[in-house]
C-alpha cells in the first residue's frame, strides 16, 4: 500500500531562519522600524502579516508584506538550507512508493524556490496556507499523515483527515506537541524513516 504524506516546509523540511532574519533585517533598514529578527525566528509558522502586525500599525502590514516578498527571493531563498533527515525522509516515502506534497503559509513562489534550492524531490507543492485551511489540500493530495513542527500542523492534519505527525525542531518540545494533541511527536525528521517504515507496515495489516 503506498502512503503519500504531507510536509510543512519552515523548519520542518528547510531551516529558513537565518534567511528570514536576513529579511527582516533588510525590512527594518528600508523602513527605518525596529525589528528584532532573532525574536522573529524563534515562532516560525504564522502567517507574515501576522508577525507584521507585531512591529507596525495595521495600515502599514499590506505595504510591507509585499516588500517583505519582494526582498525574500534575493536574500532569502539563497541562505536556506535543509533540515537534517530532510532527504531521507523525503526518499523514504518515495521509495516505498508514496507522494509528497509540501504545504505551507510560504507563498507559492518562494515555496517552490526553497524546494528548488534544497533539491527536495516533492510531487506537488501548495503555498499561503495555514492551519485547518491546510487540510483542503492534504485531502484533494490523498496525504494519509501531515509532518509539521507547529501547533498549527495538528489542525491542518485533523483538517485534512491525517495522522499528525510533528517534529520538535521549530517553537514546541515533543512534549508540548504531544499536549496539544500530535499523534507522533518526533525530535527531528532523522526519527521519520523508522517511523514511517513501521506505520507502513501497521496499515498494510490492517
Not at 525522509?89 to 510560504?106: F, P, Q, Y
Not at 521549530?170 to 532523522?190: C, F, K, N, Q, S
Request: overall charge negative; some cysteine.
Amino acid at each position: 500500500m503506498a502512503t503519500s504524506v504531507g510536509f510543512d516546509l519552515d523548519m520542518t523540511l528547510a531551516d529558513t531562519r537565518n534567511g528570514i532574519a536576513a529579511v527582516y533585517d533588510e525590512l527594518s533598514a528600508r523602513l527605518g522600524v525596529p525589528i528584532d529578527s532573532r525574536k522573529i525566528v524563534t515562532r516560525l509558522g504564522p502567517p507574515l502579516e501576522t508577525e507584521l502586525a507585531n512591529w507596525l500599525p495595521a495600515g502599514e502590514i499590506a505595504a510591507a508584506a509585499d516588500l517583505y516578498r519582494e526582498i525574500y527571493p534575493e536574500v532569502g531563498v539563497p541562505v536556506h538550507v535543509a533540515m537534517e533527515g530532510a532527504h531521507e525522509a523525503v526518499a523514504c516515502v518515495k521509495s516505498r512508493g508514496g507522494r509528497v506534497i509540501v504545504v505551507t503559509g510560504k507563498n507559492l513562489r518562494d515555496a517552490r524556490s526553497t524546494v528548488r534550492r534544497l533539491g527536495l524531490d516533492v510531487d506537488d507543492v501548495v503555498g499561503s496556507v495555514f492551519g485547518a485551511d491546510k487540510g483542503t489540500a492534504l485531502t484533494a493530495f490523498g496525504a494519509a499523515a501531515y509532518v509539521g513542527d507547529h501547533v498549527a500542523d495538528i489542525e491542518a492534519a485533523r483538517a485534512g483527515g491525517a495522522v499528525s505527525v510533528t517534529v520538535a525542531t521549530g517553537p514546541y518540545t515533543t512534549a508540548e506537541l504531544r499536549d496539544h494533541g500530535a499523534d507522533v511527536a518526533l525530535g527531528d525528521l532523522t526519527e521519520f524513516a523508522d517511523w514511517f517504515a513501521g506505520w507502513q507496515r501497521s496499515r498494510e495489516l490492517v
